[in-house]
């Protein structure tokens, strides 16, 4: 596949006929679990008990991941607004590891007379996991149904801008602080705001921007807020001791910040996720808060954006902005609307052996 293949508008003029939800996949039964994660890790050098260790974080949820329901309800918020907005598209959905796949969702295009579609991944930042891999796979899909159709191509797909920056998407999570703040009770707290996002190996987060994106999302959503300070922390993390991944911790920082004095009331917002899927309920909801509950430190979880009416205005922006090319294009802070169309080298990620993706 060539790098202009994977940029995210096609050179045609063809209109946009189609809007597709873009997200990761998770299972939906006790009986998938196992299936699922060979699909995720499928070529991945992970040992098996660490795919058996990740499956009980399933099991322990009854074997379904909240991941598929929240793109369900997500896809309903983004039909209703839709109609609202005027945006006359039909909503697909498809998923890189589990059903509807990308496939699915572009054969049921197809089927329907879709040529050229317009779509939001469900990660807010760019990096290799969250955007070129995305993009890949759909590129993938694209040639195996030319492949089993003769040549007949699949609708072409062009990936919406980031909106890390976006005012909807800042606006939703300044939200969801304010309603950790009162979820946490006392009012004469004054909480430090832990960031979260996933962890990736430093040969990925070098050539993306990455946490360039994070800490400005971060400084904008922690402005003004009551709050002691900020930081970012990590989570998830899923690669081999030996290889260097993003840090801290956030378990590690809460323990190292405690013992030093210096932290005594949290709000620990996951920034890098879109929906409270598997790695928040567990790795946050579980792990973090039992740390914080063995330090006696104050911690209360925000809330993802999900399905709250500002991110899903978001969407409908991102889209409208693409149809009508005098829309205005929204941003806050100081790196401006990102990038429509992917430079050929972006987010690229060639290590020997890339790293287990992310389990949700």
Known sequence: MSSNELNSRDNNETPYDAFLLVSFGGPEGPDDVLPFLENVLRGKNVPRERMMEVAEHYQHFGGVSPINQQNRDLLSGIESHFKQAGIDLPIYWGNRNWSPYFKDALVQMQADGRKRALAFFTSMFSCYSGCRQYRENISAAREQIASEQEGRQAPVVDKLRFGFNHPGFIGSMRVRVR????????????????????SIPFSMADNCDYVKQLREACRLIAADQPISGWDLVFQSRSGPPQQP????????????????????????LPVGFVSDHMEVLYDLDEEAAAVCQELNIPM???????????????????????????SVRKASGDLGPWHDVCPSNCCLYTPQGRPAAATR
């Open 245 to 268: 991944w993003l840090e801290p911790d956030v378990c590690v920082f809460i323990r190292s910040e405690s013992n030093a004095g210096l932290l005594h009331s949290a709000i620990i």
């Open 300 to 326: 209360a979880r925000a809330l993802t954006p999900g399905t709250h009416p500002l991110f899903i205005e978001m969407i409908g922006d991102l889209v409208l902005e693409r149809l009508n090319s005098d």
């Open 179 to 198: 309603e950790a703040m009162e979820k946490l009770g006392d009012p004469s707290l004054s909480p430090r705001l832990l960031f979260t996002a996933h």
